[in-house]
């Protein structure tokens, strides 16, 4: 991790809890442009854009992660299935709920087997 990159994370930390969702957007984004491969940063950014209420886009980023995390982690590594939880989350915004339970009802099962 760059000083660039701790000094962004630093002020993503403050910017959430100041409640700013735009700023809190465009670092993560900026994360994601330093280093497209860092799951961490691919997550973030697809939080900041849902609480922008950009769901489909956030969508897309959760289920990178995912993949992604399924790949590297396992199923049922705890941000693995925080990717997953996301994901239902992002798809269950955008009124798809019977998909949306799919997933969540995949994320508790693999919590119960964990």
């Known amino acids: 991790t760059s000083e660039d990159e701790k000094l962004m994370l630093d002020m993503r930390r403050l910017v959430v809890e100041m409640g700013d969702y735009y700023f809190n957007g465009l670092l ?11 799951l961490e940063y691919i997550s973030m950014l697809g939080l900041a854009v849902d609480e922008q209420g950009r769901y489909k886009e956030a969508e897309v980023l959760h289920h990178q992660c995912l993949e992604a995390r399924k790949a590297a982690l396992g199923v049922a590594h705890p941000d693995t299935l925080d990717s997953m939880n996301s994901l ?16 969540h009802h995949q994320c508790l099962e693999a919590r119960k087997a964990a």
């Open 28 to 38: 993560c984004r900026r994360l994601f442009e330093l280093d497209s491969d860092n």
């Open 88 to 103: 239902a989350l992002a798809v269950e915004q955008q009124g798809r709920y019977k998909e949306a339970e799919v997933f």
